[in-house]
């Protein structure tokens, strides 16, 4: 006890407390490595053989000729690599067709990314009735298939004499590419704070700056996403080049593809060489934009 300057006595105050023991291993908490998770692993392996031995199977075979092809064992390295597959299938006619992919591709997506960002923007930003109405709208058209309206397509080609050119292959695959174009975009845009919009009000930017300037920066992952989806639609479509083309110079991939079956016959490595030389493109488009995919395809779903 201790005396204040004014005589009143005042308890000193209580030692602190000694450190504290050894924690016991009971109350210890255990900080291990967790268990491996073996279900996935091995799913994991099943999955990658189920997607590379198709493909080394496919590339393999490209470079046999049609005697080691029906007689080696499949899964073998050639043992007497060739390119004849190849020079056989640029001289089929390979090159245009593959020029037509290209420009039906890079047309689809042009026209796709043209039409979205603006759209989306819109949707993004005004909360209308009308442009919200017009949305869901658009969005009916993820359950309409292609098939179901390809008579009404042709018809409707036909009346803009675009019957038989790159174009009528363009328009109907963009069309049909918008809604899951638009739902992705529209998440995304979704997701930028409404701060930033408010900043580039007070510093006096329009509507087209502020597009420009916040939210084309800002949406690449989703523009990469649409892009990425967008050509992969374009560059392994059927349905329109088969009904809406009709001679051989507006041929693009997939028919030309069917062409060389029948003109090869039973060579199937001539086969597999177009086939893998028509893989290559959207493989590397797939390479460029892995990085953004996830980021665009989860755009707006946390919200």
Excluded: C
């Excluded at 026209?111 to 009735?129: E, G, H, K, T």
């Amino acid at each position: 006890m201790t005396i204040t300057q004014s005589g009143t006595p005042m308890a000193r105050p209580p030692a602190s407390a000694g450190p504290a023991g050894p924690v016991t291993g009971k109350k210890r908490r255990k900080v291990g490595r967790e268990k491996p998770n073996y279900l996935a692993g091995v799913l994991s392996v099943i999955w990658l053989a189920l997607v590379v031995v198709p493909l080394y199977f496919m590339i393999s075979s490209s470079f046999r000729t049609r005697q080691d092809y029906l007689g080696d064992n499949p899964l073998k390295l050639p043992s007497d690599p060739t390119l004849e597959n190849y020079e056989s299938v640029f001289t089929g006619g390979f090159g245009r067709y593959f020029l037509n992919n290209i420009i039906v591709t890079v047309g689809t997506v042009a026209i796709v990314v043209a039409l979205v960002v603006p759209a989306a923007y819109a949707v993004a930003r005004n909360a209308s009735p009308m442009v919200q109405r017009g949305f869901s709208i658009m969005l009916v058209g993820l359950a309409v298939p292609a098939q179901a309206v390809i008579i009404p397509v042709y018809l409707l080609i036909n009346q803009l004499r675009l019957y038989d050119t790159l174009l009528a292959i363009i328009l109907p695959t963009a069309a049909f590419a918008l809604p899951v174009a638009m739902l992705v975009m529209t998440n995304s845009l979704r997701d930028i704070p409404n701060e930033l919009y408010e900043a580039q009000t007070l510093d006096g930017a329009g509507p087209l700056q502020t597009l420009r300037n916040l939210v084309l920066p800002l949406a690449k992952p989703a523009i990469t996403t649409v892009t990425v989806f967008t050509a992969m639609s374009a560059w392994n479509g059927f349905l329109f080049p088969l009904v809406l083309t009709q001679s051989a110079e507006q041929r693009t991939l997939t028919l030309g593809l069917q062409t060389f079956s029948s003109q090869f016959g039973t060579n199937v490595p001539g086969l597999l060489a177009a086939i893998t030389l028509s893989l290559v493109p959207i493989f590397l488009v797939y390479l460029f934009g892995r990085r953004y995919l996830l980021g665009g395809l989860t755009a707006g779903f946390g919200k």
